[in-house]
């Protein structure tokens, strides 16, 4: 294996397009939004990965950034008024610090709506990756429940 081999599939998992790697299409969305919404971008994506060196960096959707270990952390949506991190699960996740602001309804997910100008709490948002993490870590180990078999 070549180590151009092993960074490809440290960074993510699916390829975009002309072969980039998906941490190369974050880096080219973050570089072409060139105003506060790409710079919140690269800002999160530090925190993700402060908060977990073993997250692996995805591009899903037609261009959206997922952040992956042991299943989907969160994306990084961007919008003309918002940088929108979506939750995979949650509404199963504790948050004390009251970051989730945005699909409160739903029985899955939650996120985070950032608007320019808004101030991110670092270490609240580190420990919510980290309990993000966590989650998917102990559904995946834990097996899927069997029926009993019948007599």
Not at 23 to 51: P, V, Y
Not at 98 to 112: H, P, V
């Amino acid at each position: 294996m070549t180590k151009a081999t092993t960074a490809t599939q440290k960074s993510g998992s699916k390829e975009g397009e002309g072969g980039d790697t998906p941490s190369q299409l974050i880096d080219a969305r973050i570089d072409e939004l060139s105003d506060w919404r790409g710079e919140m971008l690269a800002r999160i994506r530090t925190l993700i990965k402060q908060a977990d060196p073993e997250v692996i960096e995805a591009w899903k959707w037609r261009g959206v950034p997922v952040w992956e270990h042991a299943g989907i952390i969160c994306t990084g949506e961007t919008y003309k008024n918002v940088v929108k991190m979506t939750f995979a699960k949650g509404a199963t996740l504790e948050d004390p610090s009251g970051l989730f602001n945005s699909s409160l309804e739903g029985n899955t997910r939650r996120a985070i709506d950032i608007h320019e100008g808004d101030t991110i709490d670092d270490e609240a948002l580190k420990a919510l990756i980290r309990a993000a993490v966590a989650l998917n870590m102990s559904v995946r180990a834990t097996p899927r429940s069997q029926k009993p078999k019948s007599a």
